[in-house]
C-alpha cells in the first residue's frame, strides 16, 4: 500500500465521524424518511438548472481528488488484496472520465430537442421537454465498488435527480468511507447512502422510487424486479452471466491469449464482463493452453504473494469456485493450474490461480452458471456455425468477444448472434467508450446507461405540443359532414 493512500487512510479511519460512518448500519424503518425527505425536495424543485446540477458533479470531483488514494486503499482492505492501481483504471479514471464528459455535454443534453410536426397539426409547434424523474434508487455490488456505486448516481444527479445509494455489505469499510464523504459533501436530501446487508436492500426494493437501478446477479436481479413491480418503478438491471470469447482459426493466438487473460484475471475473474468461456477451433485446445499459459506468466509472474493479483472478494466464493473446480473434475474434465511462480501457498489470502479447464460436459455448474473468477473453460467446435449455434442456445450475454482478421466470419457472428455489447480483437473495452450505451439484454438486465444513453435513461422527455391561433384542429369537429369527408380523403391520399 503506497505511502500517502495509507496514510489518508489511516487518518480518515480514526477520524470519529468515519468510525460513526462504519457502525452506523441502516435499518428498514430508517429508509422510509430518508426516500420521504428526497421525494418532497424532489417535487419542490422539478426544474433543476444547470448550475446546480453542475455543481453536484463537481462535489463529486472534488471527492474524487480529495480521497481517491483514501477511497482506493478502503477497496484494498476489504479485498485482502487488490492494487490501488487495479482501484485507480477501473473505478476512480472510468469516473473521471465519465464527470468530464458528462460536465461537458450537460448543456446539451439538457435541451429541449424539437421535432417535426406533421402537416395536420401545422403550424403548431412540438418538442421534447428533458425533465429529471424524481428519485433515483442505485443498488450496487462488491466488485468494482466504487465505478458501480457512483457512475450510476454521477449519472442521475446530472440528469437532475435526487440519489439514494445502497453499497454492498462484502466491502464495508468502502461503503462507510463512501457514506462519510458523501455526507460531508451533500444534504441527505440530495445524496445519501444507506449501508446494510441483503435484507437492508430487500427493504430499499420497496420504496416507490421514480427509478431503481440495481447492478448484481441475474437471480437477485429477479428479486428486484418484483419488488419494484409493485410500485410500478421502472428499473435498470444491469446483470451477469456467461460472456463467450470466440478465437477465430485467422486469429494470431499469442496476442489473442494475452487480452483474453487480461480481460478474464482483471479483479481476479470477478468482473461482469469477463469473458466466461472461450470457443476456439477444434484442435487448436493445447496451443491456446499454452498460449494462455505465457500471457498468465507475462502478467503475473507470481500468483500468492503478487499486489497486483486480486483476491477473491470472500472466503464463501472462494469455496464457491473450488466446488465449481471438484465438481468439473469429478465429471472427468482436465483442469490446467497456472500458477508461474509455482508458490504452493497460491491460495494465501484467497489469491485463487487461474485454471483453464478442458473437456468440461454440458450439465456441470461451471457450464450453466456465471463463473466470475479465474477459471476459463476452454470448448472447441468444429465450424462458425456450432460455435454460433451454441452460444444461441443460451441466455444472452452481457458480452461477446471475438479474435481474428476474417470479416466473413466476424460479420456472421455479430449479425447471427445478441448481447449486451460486443469487442471486436480485445476484451472488456466497449465499457470504456464513453459515446457507447452499456447494458444487458435478456438475461444479462435491460437498460443502458453511459452518456447520452444513462442521462436519458435517467429523464423523463416530456412531448410538448404548442398549439398555434393558426392551427385547424376544429375542421375535425362534429358535426360530421361534407367538408370533414373532404378533408379525410385529401389526408388518405397524402399519407
Ligand atoms: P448480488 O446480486 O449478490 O448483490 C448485488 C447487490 O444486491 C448487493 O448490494 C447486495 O447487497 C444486494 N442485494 C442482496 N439481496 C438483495 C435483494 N433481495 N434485493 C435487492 N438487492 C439485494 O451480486 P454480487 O454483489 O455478488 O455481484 C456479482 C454479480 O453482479 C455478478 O453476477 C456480476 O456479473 C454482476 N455484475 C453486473 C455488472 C453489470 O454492469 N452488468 C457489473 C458488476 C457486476 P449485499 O451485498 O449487501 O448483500
Redesign the pocket.
Known amino acids: 500500500m503506497p505511502g500517502a493512500s495509507e496514510g489518508s487512510y489511516l487518518t480518515l479511519q480514526a477520524s470519529a465521524a468515519y468510525h460513526r460512518a462504519m457502525t452506523t448500519l441502516a435499518t428498514p424503518s430508517d429508509l422510509r424518511p430518508l426516500f420521504d425527505a428526497q421525494h418532497r425536495a424532489s417535487r419542490a424543485q422539478i426544474d433543476v438548472p444547470l448550475a446546480l446540477r453542475r455543481d453536484r458533479l463537481l462535489r463529486i470531483r472534488l471527492l474524487l481528488d480529495q480521497h481517491g488514494a483514501a477511497l482506493a486503499a478502503a477497496v484494498q482492505a476489504d479485498f485482502g488484496v487488490r492494487s490501488p492501481q487495479l482501484t485507480e483504471i477501473a473505478d476512480l479514471f472510468v469516473l473521471r472520465t465519465l464527470l468530464s464528459h458528462t460536465l461537458k455535454s450537460l448543456p446539451g443534453w439538457m435541451k429541449a430537442q424539437k421535432v417535426r410536426t406533421p402537416l395536420y397539426l401545422q403550424p403548431s409547434s412540438a418538442y421534447l421537454q428533458r425533465q429529471p424523474l424524481g428519485v433515483v434508487g442505485v443498488?450496487?455490488?462488491?466488485?468494482?465498488p466504487l465505478q458501480?456505486s457512483l457512475a450510476p448516481a454521477i449519472t442521475a444527479l446530472a440528469a437532475g435527480n435526487r440519489v439514494m445509494l445502497?453499497?454492498?455489505?462484502?466491502t464495508p469499510r468502502t461503503s462507510a468511507l463512501l457514506a462519510e464523504l458523501i455526507a460531508q459533501s451533500f444534504a441527505a436530501d440530495e445524496f445519501c447512502v444507506v449501508q446494510?446487508?441483503?435484507?437492508?436492500?430487500?427493504s430499499?426494493?420497496r420504496l416507490p422510487f421514480d427509478h431503481l437501478v440495481?447492478?448484481?446477479?441475474?437471480?437477485?436481479?429477479r428479486?428486484?424486479a418484483e419488488?419494484a413491480a409493485a410500485n410500478l418503478t421502472p428499473t435498470t438491471l444491469?446483470?451477469?452471466?456467461k460472456s463467450p470469447c470466440i478465437v477465430d482459426a485467422s486469429c494470431d493466438l499469442g496476442s489473442a491469449a494475452l487480452k483474453i487473460a487480461h480481460g478474464k484475471l482483471l479483479n481476479a475473474g470477478?468482473?461482469?464482463?469477463a469473458p466466461d468461456y472461450v470457443l476456439v477451433p477444434q484442435g487448436s485446445e493445447v496451443a491456446f493452453g499454452e498460449a494462455f499459459s505465457l500471457a498468465v506468466a507475462r502478467l503475473f509472474p507470481t500468483i500468492a504473494g503478487n499486489p497486483d493479483y486480486a483476491a477473491i472478494i470472500s472466503p464463501q466464493?472462494h469455496e464457491r469456485l473450488l466446488a465449481l473446480l471438484a465438481q468439473a473434475e469429478e465429471g472427468g474434465a482436465r483442469l490446467q493450474v497456472l500458477n508461474p511462480g509455482g508458490s504452493s501457498a497460491a491460495d494465501t489470502a484467497r489469491q485463487m490461480a487461474p485454471v483453464l479447464v478442458f473437456g468440461a460436459k454440458p450439465g456441470l455448474k461451471l457450464m450453466e452458471e456465471?463463473i466470475?473468477g479465474p477459471i476459463l473453460p476452454v470448448l472447441p467446435y468444429a465450424s462458425i456455425d456450432e460455435a454460433i449455434a451454441y452460444i444461441n442456445a443460451r441466455p444472452r450475454p452481457?458480452a461477446l468477444y471475438w479474435f481474428g482478421t476474417d470479416s466473413v466470419a466476424r460479420d456472421a457472428v455479430l449479425a447471427r448472434t445478441v448481447s449486451?455489447g460486443v469487442t471486436v480483437n480485445d476484451t472488456l473495452m466497449h465499457i470504456a467508450h464513453e459515446n457507447l450505451p452499456?447494458?444487458?439484454v435478456g438475461d444479462?438486465?435491460w437498460g443502458a446507461y453511459h452518456g447520452e444513453a444513462g442521462f436519458l435513461r435517467f429523464t423523463q422527455q416530456k412531448p410538448v405540443l404548442v398549439s398555434s391561433k393558426w392551427a385547424r384542429g376544429d375542421l375535425f369537429y362534429p358535426p360530421y359532414g361534407k367538408r370533414f369527408d373532404q378533408i379525410m380523403g385529401l389526408l388518405k391520399r397524402w399519407l
Not at 196 to 202: C, E, K, M, P, V
Not at 214 to 221: D, H, I, P, Q
Request: hydrophobic share 40%; aromatic share 12%; net charge negative.
Open positions: 443498488i450496487a455490488p462488491w466488485n468494482y458501480l445502497k453499497p454492498s455489505e462484502l446494510g446487508d441483503g435484507a437492508l436492500a430487500a430499499f426494493t440495481f447492478t448484481g446477479s441475474t437471480a437477485t436481479g428479486k428486484v419488488a444491469e446483470l451477469g452471466g470477478q468482473t461482469c464482463i466464493h456465471e466470475f452481457l449486451g452499456f447494458g444487458g444479462s438486465g
